[in-house]
Each structure stands twice: as structure tokens, then as C-alpha cells.
């Protein structure tokens, strides 16, 4: 099945590196996805306050997939649970089917359920697949500790998303160790980010992403790698928000899992979207052998 | 009226309205009304020159070769539209340096110039053709083609063509009349050929009736070869010095063939005199109408490409933020690029406001700016629309004139804010985006909308103590549809064991989550059993709840309470929103 690029707004709109950087790196790693104009927002915003433009705006971009016979493929977590939802709602709701074919039709679609979403770390995991992927990143990433940040919406509601294990979770943590890190356990790992409450309430928000960004530190984890933009953009803006409580005290930085393997391929700082972002030493150090140095 | 006098009227009230333009620049605002005209008049011309002193300055003089001279930007949008773009503006800059102003700026290269001679009767042709090519291409993209993604056309885009059209067309038709014109041709023989005699004349007509599309009543070919060589020599001794062959005017002479059945009507000056003012009057009528129209941008544009070349929202000082958007306002040229790049442009087919098309919403954004009373209705309106923005940068990457329009839908989202109208749009991720950028809000102007927004949901549902008068049918079913039957199965299954409760990290982020949240994921089960309305709907919790879906996951009973959770959050919006739109309309 062929495979099309999925925009996420939050990507494109606060973290258009990572969008760019995702492109780099599957074609680094010989895996064709297209790019394609056309899709519209997920629905994610809308869910609690407009269900039916919800579910039309994700069953009119699983249409779009279903006209182009290709899967869609996010590098969100939000974008891929919500798609996932709505497909879910739309096969057992007859009358809410009814109505985004109503309104499809007016341009040429139509939603019959074929449409596919898949997250890229999915796609991944097929194509090249660990063994594949460990061919090609060769390990040099060894000794760094990574705490993984999966988002609610990879594991949960489990019966809809059904991608991993809601409880113990673990192909997010082997793509990680592909590159020759190791996961670590944290107790915090399948908590919300809190990012959804940002600009509805901003103090609980900080303090969701302070608790696991307290959490990744007692792990002694050198860094967390999300599969959300999302959560990259609220542990990102936390650590530059929060305070230190004392002096030694410090806050583990973070980075998206497609920015990870993009290290462990040698891509350079630039074209990761990586300028400013201070990262650990180890990773530093691995870095700096590579073409383009990092930054401290 | 003399005709320099209408020139000068035209060119006075072109440059009136300009300068009143300009003024808007620094009059009005969107947002902040913190600075006075002349603060941002001061911080402007400190900030213009402070860049051209500055290495900056390269990146504007970059910006005017590839964003304002070549169109980077547009070319990147649509080639066709760039080809189309580069053909008008071209074709007309040099019609109006070489022909408008011909008298003017022809001496000053040239030593011997003549409209009638070559090179120039062919170029003024060439750059005719140049804009009837450039404009039959936007006529067929704005009017005929018909794209759905495009935005409807309104009367500015119309007239705006329109104008160009009829100057473009008076002056074909002017041309080839006066081609076709035998009394024409007698003014010029008696002025430069009168010591001719007659059979002289007669073979000169002749000689051009030949071979300059001269229509002439009494002549008609063929003529004999020793008539046209009369007529040639008497040509070469009193017209070619002025006068090039017709052919190379050949859009003019084309035209000129088309009419020949009909050119004794159009002969005789009255004709070429009502032609010759149409075409003088459209074009001041364009003059005038300039600032007050879309080709304003010939303006705006470069300005607004040059200053976003060397401007962004964090290092810039805010007073010049404030002056640069109300210049992008006057730089948007309705071309529709931004809503056919919309990731929310098709709700417009379920919702239809134009407010939710970004190409659609300059015009509100130009009343907001300006600071005029509007209705709760309008505002409203407009305020439903903007909120379909999920702030993706589409439409600012894809803007062919710069503009950044996503910090336009920013400041304009705060001024609305400001007036009141209760948005509950604020109380879902879209947001986020809000958040991000609190620093640029005053502290009481940030939560303001957020406090509005959950009383205006309290308030609806606060009489709701008797349990009758709960929903709608459509809301039971939209209840429903949100899981299948959630209340029966929340009512039937729930033991209240605080499973939810105790996996929420909304509870686990308060130290008395109780007092904090009103109700606890588990009570709002109990409460649905119950029917306690006003006790759901007034809850923090059922706004601040992140869906991260832990409680469902957990549940023993398989109660899906986070659908649940969303499901009364979408009653509670809807039905205030409906509400509130109501008191609306009854105002009015």
C-alpha cells in the first residue's frame, strides 16, 4: 500500500521543523511517502465542542485516503488516535455515516471505511522493522538513557487505537533501542502531557508536564523522546517555563522520536530543527562526530 | 474642461485617498491600542531608518529583486498566476512610461521618437498584448474556470478587471478605427501633402488603402500597378518618415480587418473623439479609484514584502507590529491562495459563514481595525468564523504578498475578545495556540475570555435543579451518538469504586481536587444517573478534562467516561452557543 504524509497543524504551525525533519528521515531510510495538498485539520480541537465536525473533518481525510488508495501517515499522535476514533465511530454509526457521505458527496467522495491512518513510528516498525532499522542506525547511540513518551492517544482508548499494550507498553521503547539507547522505566510514562489544557488552564497544565518531567529525571533518564508533537511542544515550553527548585536541580530535554533517529542517521542540527535546542552531553558528544556539529 | 484639468483632479483624488490610506496605517489597530498615531508614526521612521543603516538592509533590497520585482512568492503559489501577473504589471508599467507618459519619458532615451514609428508602434502593440493575455488568463482562473477551493469573487475583483479591460480595449479599438479612417488619412495629406495634385493624392490613397487599411468609400482594389507606384513614391515623399507599416501594430490592424465592413460608420472624428475619451477617462477614473481598490497593492505590497522581510513578532518593536498589519490589509489583493490552502476551508460547506475563508474575513478585519461600533450579531459572526482557525500557517506560508496572516487572526481574536461576547471555542485545545502566546497578552485580557466562556455555560444550565428539563431530543442524541447509549450504560454500570477518580491527572494535579474541580470524574457519573444539570454542566471538571482517556481505560465496568465527559461537553457548548446566538438576533 502506498503510503501519503499527513499534516498536523500543531507540527506545521509551532514545529515545522519536525515536518521537514520527518521527511528527511524516511527517505534517509528508503521509505516512500508522498506529499500530498488536500487533507484538513484531523478534528481534534472540535471533539468537545462540535462532535459532528469532528467526525467529518476525520472521515473526509480518511476519504481523501480511500479516493488516493494510500494510507495516511501522521507523525502526531493526536492526529493518529482522533483519525482512528472517528473511523471507529463512523463504522458503527449509521446515521453519522449517512451524514458525512451527504456532505462528501457535494465533491466526489465518499467514506466506506477503507481509509487507513497509521502513525509513522506504525509505519516504521513495518518497514524497515527493528532488525532493518538496527542495519542501518548502528548503534551508536549506546549508553544513552531515553525515557519514551507514547501520548495518550497511541495507547488509549485501547479497543479503538489498539496499537500497543495500554498497560505495558513497549514498540515505542524498542524502536528506541534500535539506535542503541537504552529505555528506561519511569513511573510517569503513561500519564498525559497536559498540553490539552494549555490556554484553558495553564497552571494545571505546567503542572501535568512537571510531574513527568520530575519523573524522567528520578529515572535518570538523559532524555525523553515523545511520539507527539504535542507533548514535544509542552515539555519544550516547560523547560524553558519552569523554574529550577535548587541549584544541581535540572530538567531532562526532550526531542520527537523522529528527531532522535534522525541523529542516529547522522542528519545534522539544521535539518532537524534542532537550533537552540540543548541536548545532553553524551548526545552532544555523538554529535559533534557527526557533519554538522550541534550547538551547547 | 481642459483635459490637463481632469488629469489633475483624477491625480488629486488619487492622492488624497492615498494619503488617507497611509493615515489608516497609523490610525488604526487590531488589538493593542496602546500607541498614538504619532508614537507609531516616530517608531516607524526610527525603524525604517535604524534598518537602512543596518546590515538588514540587504534583506530588504534582497526581498525587492525576488519578492517584489520577480514574485518569488507567487511563482511558488501558481505559475500560471505569476505569468499572468508579471503580463499586467508589466505590459502596463510600460504602456504608461511609454505611451501614457510617452511625451515625457520618451525624450530623455530616445532622439527621434514617434508613437507612429518603429520601434515604438510595435512595442506599444507588444505591451498591449502583453496585458489582454495576462488579463484573458485571469479571467479564466477568477470567472470561468471555476475551481471550488477558490473563494467567490466579489465587485472589487470584477471592477478591477473591468478597468483594466475597457482601457485596454478603448485603445485597440481607438487605433484600429483611426487605421481604418479615411478622413483621417485626408487631415494628414492636407497638413503634409498639400502641394500634391489630385491624381497624386488619389494614387497616395490608393497606396494606402492597399497596404495601410485605409476603408475609403470611393477607392477600392484592385488597383494598378502603375497607380500604386504613383502612390508609393508620393508615400515615400510625404508619410513614410512618420509612418511605419500598420501591420507592425498588429493587434491594432488585426482589430482594423475585423471592422472594415462597418469603418465608414465609425469614419469622421465625432467616432475617434468618443473613443479617444473613454479611453482618457477609464484611465482616470483607474487613477482616482486606486487607493480605494485592490490595485492599491501596487502600494502596499512592496512595502509590506520589504518590511516582513526584516520584521518578526518578537523582536519588533510592538508599535510597528501594530502599524505593519494594518498596512497588510491594504496589501491583500483577494487572490484566494490563503483560502484554497485552508486546512478548515471546507467546513464552509457545512457552516456557511465567509467568515470561516481567511481570503474572506480582510474585510471584518478591516472594520475591527477601525474601531467601529458592531452589533453583538456581527460580532458574533465574525467571531464564529474566526474560531474555524486552527492556526496550521497555511495561509501565511502560501500568502504571495507576505502578508502573515495568522498574526492578523491573532490580534483579531483579542479585540473581539475584548467585546464580550462570550467564546466557548476558549475552552478547547484549539486554545493551545492562545496559550503559546500569553506573554502578548495582558494578564485580566488572558482570562477573560476563559471566565466568560464557563459562566456563560453555568449560567445556562443554572435553573437546572428539576430533572424534567433536561435535553433536547437532538441532544439525547447527540449524547448517543457520542459512544453508544452512554448514559444507559453509565446509569446501569457504574458502582462508583473511584477507579476514574484515582486515574485522572487532572484530580492528581490539585492538592484538594474536590474544591478545585467541583465534581470528580466518578461523581459526574452519579450525577448523570441523577440528572444534576446544573451541578455537571457549572463543573471545572467537565472543561478541564484532557481526554487522555486513562478513566475509560481503567474502568471495571467498561463505563466509557471520557466519551461521556465529551459528550456533556458538546450539550453544554452547543446549547449555550445556541442560546447565546439567539439573545443575539433578538437584539437586533
Redesign the interface.
Given at each position: 500500500m502506498s503510503l501519503v504524509f499527513f499534516?498536523c497543524?500543531?507540527s506545521?504551525?509551532?514545529m515545522?521543523d519536525c515536518e521537514s525533519a520527518a521527511r528527511k528521515v524516511v527517505d534517509k531510510l528508503g521509505v516512500p511517502i508522498q506529499d500530498v495538498?488536500g487533507?484538513?485539520?484531523c478534528g481534534?480541537?472540535?471533539?468537545?465542542?462540535?462532535?459532528k465536525?469532528f467526525i467529518?473533518?476525520s472521515g473526509?481525510n480518511l476519504a481523501l485516503s480511500e479516493k488516493m488508495g494510500s494510507d495516511l501517515v501522521t507523525t502526531c499522535a493526536c492526529c493518529y488516535g482522533t483519525i482512528k476514533q472517528a473511523d471507529n465511530?463512523l463504522k458503527?454509526?449509521v446515521?453519522?455515516f449517512d451524514y458525512v457521505n451527504g456532505?462528501l458527496k457535494?465533491?466526489g467522495l465518499a467514506y466506506s471505511g477503507k481509509g487507513v491512518v497509521k502513525h509513522l513510528l506504525e509505519v516504521l516498525l513495518d518497514n524497515p522493522g527493528i532488525p532493518g532499522l538496527k542495519a542501518k542506525l548502528d548503534g551508536s547511540l549506546s549508553g544513552m538513557k531515553v525515557a519514551t513518551q507514547y501520548g495518550?492517544?497511541m495507547?488509549?482508548?485501547?479497543d479503538v487505537v489498539a496499537f500497543d499494550s495500554?498497560l505495558s507498553p513497549g514498540k515505542f521503547d524498542e524502536l528506541v533501542e534500535a539506535t542503541g539507547a537504552e529505555a528506561v522505566s519511569w513511573t510517569q510514562k503513561?500519564?498525559?502531557c497536559?498540553?490539552?489544557?494549555?490556554?484553558?488552564?495553564?497552571a494545571?497544565?505546567m503542572?501535568?508536564a512537571k510531574?513527568k518531567l520530575d519523573s524522567v529525571r528520578e529515572a535518570r533518564a538523559d532524555l525523553m523522546v515523545t511520539a507527539c508533537p504535542?507533548c514535544y511542544?509542552q515539555f519544550r515550553?516547560s523547560r524553558d517555563a519552569l523554574s529550577l527548585a535548587s541549584e544541581g536541580d535540572f530538567i531532562v530535554p526532550s526531542l520527537t522520536f523522529v528527531q532522535l533517529l534522525g541523529l542516529a542517521l547522522g542528519l545534522g542540527e539544521t535539518s532537524l530543527g534542532l537550533q537552540g535546542v540543548s541536548l545532553p552531553a553524551g548526545l552532544m558528544k555523538y554529535a559533534q562526530s557527526r557533519e554538522v556539529p550541534l550547538r551547547a | 474642461m481642459p483635459k490637463a484639468t481632469m488629469v489633475y483632479i483624477a491625480l488629486l483624488i488619487g492622492l488624497a485617498g492615498t494619503a488617507y490610506k497611509v493615515s489608516t496605517w497609523f490610525r488604526y489597530s487590531l488589538g493593542s491600542k496602546k500607541f498614538t498615531a504619532s508614537d507609531r508614526v516616530v517608531a516607524a521612521a526610527k525603524g525604517i531608518l535604524q534598518t537602512i543603516f543596518s546590515q538588514r538592509f540587504a534583506s530588504i533590497l534582497r526581498s525587492f529583486f525576488l519578492d517584489v520585482i520577480l514574485q518569488a512568492k507567487l511563482i511558488r503559489v501558481s505559475p500560471l498566476r505569476w505569468i499572468a501577473h508579471i503580463l499586467v504589471f508589466g505590459g502596463f508599467t510600460l504602456l504608461l512610461l511609454m505611451h501614457a507618459l510617452g511625451v515625457y519619458v520618451n525624450p530623455l532615451f530616445f532622439s527621434n521618437y514617434y508613437s507612429t514609428l518603429n520601434p515604438f508602434l510595435f512595442l506599444r502593440n507588444f505591451f498591449g498584448a502583453m496585458v489582454v493575455l495576462g488579463l484573458a488568463i485571469q479571467i479564466y482562473n477568477r470567472f470561468i474556470r471555476r475551481d471550488p477551493a477558490n473563494p467567490p469573487s466579489t465587485a472589487m475583483d470584477l471592477y478591477t478587471i473591468l478597468i483594466f479591460a475597457i482601457v485596454i480595449v478603448s485603445g485597440i479599438f481607438l487605433e484600429s478605427v483611426k487605421i481604418t479612417s479615411v478622413s483621417a488619412f485626408r487631415d494628414m495629406t492636407e497638413e503634409y501633402a498639400a502641394g500634391e495634385e489630385d491624381a497624386s493624392l488619389k494614387a497616395l490613397e490608393a497606396y494606402w488603402v492597399e497596404n495601410y487599411g485605409v476603408v475609403s468609400p470611393g477607392l477600392s482594389g484592385p488597383f494598378s500597378p502603375q497607380m500604386l507606384a504613383a502612390g508609393k513614391a508620393a508615400h515615400k515623399a510625404s508619410c513614410a518618415q512618420c509612418h511605419a507599416p500598420a501591420q507592425w501594430a498588429f493587434m491594432d490592424y488585426g482589430v482594423s480587418r475585423l471592422i472594415t465592413p462597418v469603418a465608414s460608420w465609425f469614419d469622421g472624428a465625432a467616432a475617434r473623439a468618443w473613443l479617444y475619451w473613454i479611453h482618457f477617462l477609464i484611465c482616470l477614473v483607474g487613477l482616482a479609484y486606486l487607493p480605494f481598490s485592490k490595485v492599491f497593492h501596487l502600494i502596499s505590497a512592496p512595502i509590506c514584502l520589504m518590511a516582513n522581510s526584516v520584521m518578526d513578532r518578537l523582536g519588533s518593536d510592538p508599535a510597528n507590529l501594530a502599524t505593519k498589519q494594518i498596512l497588510e490589509l491594504d496589501s491583500c489583493t483577494h487572490c484566494g491562495a490563503c483560502t484554497r490552502n485552508c486546512t478548515m476551508a471546507f467546513v464552509h460547506s457545512v457552516m456557511p459563514s465567509q467568515m470561516i475563508l481567511p481570503s474572506e474575513r480582510i474585510a471584518s478585519l478591516k472594520v475591527l481595525a477601525s474601531g467601529k461600533p458592531l452589533s453583538l450579531r456581527d460580532s458574533l459572526v465574525i467571531q464564529e468564523g474566526y474560531n474555524q482557525c486552527t492556526n496550521c500557517t497555511q495561509c501565511t506560508l502560501v500568502c504571495p504578498v507576505g502578508i502573515n496572516l495568522q498574526d492578523l487572526w491573532f490580534s483579531a481574536r483579542e479585540t473581539l475578545a475584548e467585546r464580550d461576547v462570550p467564546n466557548l471555542l476558549v475552552l478547547s485545545p484549539i486554545s493551545i495556540y492562545r496559550g503559546l502566546r500569553k506573554d502578548e497578552i495582558e494578564v485580566p485580557a488572558y482570562a477573560k475570555p476563559i471566565s466568560n466562556a464557563r459562566r456563560a455555560i453555568a449560567d445556562e444550565f443554572g435553573s437546572f435543579h428539576w430533572p424534567g428539563a433536561a435535553y433536547s431530543p437532538q441532544e439525547e442524541k447527540m449524547l448517543d451518538t457520542a459512544g453508544i447509549n452512554l448514559r444507559q450504560s453509565a446509569g446501569a454500570a457504574c458502582f462508583s469504586c473511584m477507579t476514574c477518580t484515582n486515574a485522572c491527572p487532572v484530580v492528581k494535579a490539585h492538592q484538594n481536587p474536590g474544591a478545585a474541580l467541583d465534581l470528580l470524574p466518578h461523581q459526574i457519573m452519579q450525577a448523570v444517573k441523577l440528572r444534576l444539570w446544573d451541578l455537571i454542566f457549572g463543573s471545572k471538571m467537565l472543561v478541564e478534562c484532557l481526554g487522555c482517556y486513562q478513566c475509560q481505560e481503567y474502568c471495571p465496568m467498561k463505563v466509557p467516561t471520557a466519551d461521556l465527559i465529551f459528550a456533556l461537553r458538546n450539550v453544554a457548548v452547543s446549547r449555550t452557543y445556541r442560546n447565546i446566538s439567539q439573545k443575539a438576533l433578538e437584539t437586533l
Amino acid at each position: 500500500m502506498s503510503l501519503v504524509f499527513f499534516p498536523c497543524c500543531v507540527s506545521s504551525s509551532f514545529m515545522g521543523d519536525c515536518e521537514s525533519a520527518a521527511r528527511k528521515v524516511v527517505d534517509k531510510l528508503g521509505v516512500p511517502i508522498q506529499d500530498v495538498s488536500g487533507f484538513n485539520c484531523c478534528g481534534y480541537p472540535y471533539k468537545g465542542i462540535d462532535f459532528k465536525a469532528f467526525i467529518l473533518m476525520s472521515g473526509r481525510n480518511l476519504a481523501l485516503s480511500e479516493k488516493m488508495g494510500s494510507d495516511l501517515v501522521t507523525t502526531c499522535a493526536c492526529c493518529y488516535g482522533t483519525i482512528k476514533q472517528a473511523d471507529n465511530i463512523l463504522k458503527q454509526d449509521v446515521s453519522l455515516f449517512d451524514y458525512v457521505n451527504g456532505i462528501l458527496k457535494r465533491e466526489g467522495l465518499a467514506y466506506s471505511g477503507k481509509g487507513v491512518v497509521k502513525h509513522l513510528l506504525e509505519v516504521l516498525l513495518d518497514n524497515p522493522g527493528i532488525p532493518g532499522l538496527k542495519a542501518k542506525l548502528d548503534g551508536s547511540l549506546s549508553g544513552m538513557k531515553v525515557a519514551t513518551q507514547y501520548g495518550c492517544k497511541m495507547l488509549r482508548p485501547s479497543d479503538v487505537v489498539a496499537f500497543d499494550s495500554p498497560l505495558s507498553p513497549g514498540k515505542f521503547d524498542e524502536l528506541v533501542e534500535a539506535t542503541g539507547a537504552e529505555a528506561v522505566s519511569w513511573t510517569q510514562k503513561l500519564e498525559c502531557c497536559g498540553a490539552p489544557l494549555i490556554g484553558v488552564n495553564d497552571a494545571t497544565a505546567m503542572q501535568l508536564a512537571k510531574n513527568k518531567l520530575d519523573s524522567v529525571r528520578e529515572a535518570r533518564a538523559d532524555l525523553m523522546v515523545t511520539a507527539c508533537p504535542f507533548c514535544y511542544l509542552q515539555f519544550r515550553r516547560s523547560r524553558d517555563a519552569l523554574s529550577l527548585a535548587s541549584e544541581g536541580d535540572f530538567i531532562v530535554p526532550s526531542l520527537t522520536f523522529v528527531q532522535l533517529l534522525g541523529l542516529a542517521l547522522g542528519l545534522g542540527e539544521t535539518s532537524l530543527g534542532l537550533q537552540g535546542v540543548s541536548l545532553p552531553a553524551g548526545l552532544m558528544k555523538y554529535a559533534q562526530s557527526r557533519e554538522v556539529p550541534l550547538r551547547a | 474642461m481642459p483635459k490637463a484639468t481632469m488629469v489633475y483632479i483624477a491625480l488629486l483624488i488619487g492622492l488624497a485617498g492615498t494619503a488617507y490610506k497611509v493615515s489608516t496605517w497609523f490610525r488604526y489597530s487590531l488589538g493593542s491600542k496602546k500607541f498614538t498615531a504619532s508614537d507609531r508614526v516616530v517608531a516607524a521612521a526610527k525603524g525604517i531608518l535604524q534598518t537602512i543603516f543596518s546590515q538588514r538592509f540587504a534583506s530588504i533590497l534582497r526581498s525587492f529583486f525576488l519578492d517584489v520585482i520577480l514574485q518569488a512568492k507567487l511563482i511558488r503559489v501558481s505559475p500560471l498566476r505569476w505569468i499572468a501577473h508579471i503580463l499586467v504589471f508589466g505590459g502596463f508599467t510600460l504602456l504608461l512610461l511609454m505611451h501614457a507618459l510617452g511625451v515625457y519619458v520618451n525624450p530623455l532615451f530616445f532622439s527621434n521618437y514617434y508613437s507612429t514609428l518603429n520601434p515604438f508602434l510595435f512595442l506599444r502593440n507588444f505591451f498591449g498584448a502583453m496585458v489582454v493575455l495576462g488579463l484573458a488568463i485571469q479571467i479564466y482562473n477568477r470567472f470561468i474556470r471555476r475551481d471550488p477551493a477558490n473563494p467567490p469573487s466579489t465587485a472589487m475583483d470584477l471592477y478591477t478587471i473591468l478597468i483594466f479591460a475597457i482601457v485596454i480595449v478603448s485603445g485597440i479599438f481607438l487605433e484600429s478605427v483611426k487605421i481604418t479612417s479615411v478622413s483621417a488619412f485626408r487631415d494628414m495629406t492636407e497638413e503634409y501633402a498639400a502641394g500634391e495634385e489630385d491624381a497624386s493624392l488619389k494614387a497616395l490613397e490608393a497606396y494606402w488603402v492597399e497596404n495601410y487599411g485605409v476603408v475609403s468609400p470611393g477607392l477600392s482594389g484592385p488597383f494598378s500597378p502603375q497607380m500604386l507606384a504613383a502612390g508609393k513614391a508620393a508615400h515615400k515623399a510625404s508619410c513614410a518618415q512618420c509612418h511605419a507599416p500598420a501591420q507592425w501594430a498588429f493587434m491594432d490592424y488585426g482589430v482594423s480587418r475585423l471592422i472594415t465592413p462597418v469603418a465608414s460608420w465609425f469614419d469622421g472624428a465625432a467616432a475617434r473623439a468618443w473613443l479617444y475619451w473613454i479611453h482618457f477617462l477609464i484611465c482616470l477614473v483607474g487613477l482616482a479609484y486606486l487607493p480605494f481598490s485592490k490595485v492599491f497593492h501596487l502600494i502596499s505590497a512592496p512595502i509590506c514584502l520589504m518590511a516582513n522581510s526584516v520584521m518578526d513578532r518578537l523582536g519588533s518593536d510592538p508599535a510597528n507590529l501594530a502599524t505593519k498589519q494594518i498596512l497588510e490589509l491594504d496589501s491583500c489583493t483577494h487572490c484566494g491562495a490563503c483560502t484554497r490552502n485552508c486546512t478548515m476551508a471546507f467546513v464552509h460547506s457545512v457552516m456557511p459563514s465567509q467568515m470561516i475563508l481567511p481570503s474572506e474575513r480582510i474585510a471584518s478585519l478591516k472594520v475591527l481595525a477601525s474601531g467601529k461600533p458592531l452589533s453583538l450579531r456581527d460580532s458574533l459572526v465574525i467571531q464564529e468564523g474566526y474560531n474555524q482557525c486552527t492556526n496550521c500557517t497555511q495561509c501565511t506560508l502560501v500568502c504571495p504578498v507576505g502578508i502573515n496572516l495568522q498574526d492578523l487572526w491573532f490580534s483579531a481574536r483579542e479585540t473581539l475578545a475584548e467585546r464580550d461576547v462570550p467564546n466557548l471555542l476558549v475552552l478547547s485545545p484549539i486554545s493551545i495556540y492562545r496559550g503559546l502566546r500569553k506573554d502578548e497578552i495582558e494578564v485580566p485580557a488572558y482570562a477573560k475570555p476563559i471566565s466568560n466562556a464557563r459562566r456563560a455555560i453555568a449560567d445556562e444550565f443554572g435553573s437546572f435543579h428539576w430533572p424534567g428539563a433536561a435535553y433536547s431530543p437532538q441532544e439525547e442524541k447527540m449524547l448517543d451518538t457520542a459512544g453508544i447509549n452512554l448514559r444507559q450504560s453509565a446509569g446501569a454500570a457504574c458502582f462508583s469504586c473511584m477507579t476514574c477518580t484515582n486515574a485522572c491527572p487532572v484530580v492528581k494535579a490539585h492538592q484538594n481536587p474536590g474544591a478545585a474541580l467541583d465534581l470528580l470524574p466518578h461523581q459526574i457519573m452519579q450525577a448523570v444517573k441523577l440528572r444534576l444539570w446544573d451541578l455537571i454542566f457549572g463543573s471545572k471538571m467537565l472543561v478541564e478534562c484532557l481526554g487522555c482517556y486513562q478513566c475509560q481505560e481503567y474502568c471495571p465496568m467498561k463505563v466509557p467516561t471520557a466519551d461521556l465527559i465529551f459528550a456533556l461537553r458538546n450539550v453544554a457548548v452547543s446549547r449555550t452557543y445556541r442560546n447565546i446566538s439567539q439573545k443575539a438576533l433578538e437584539t437586533l
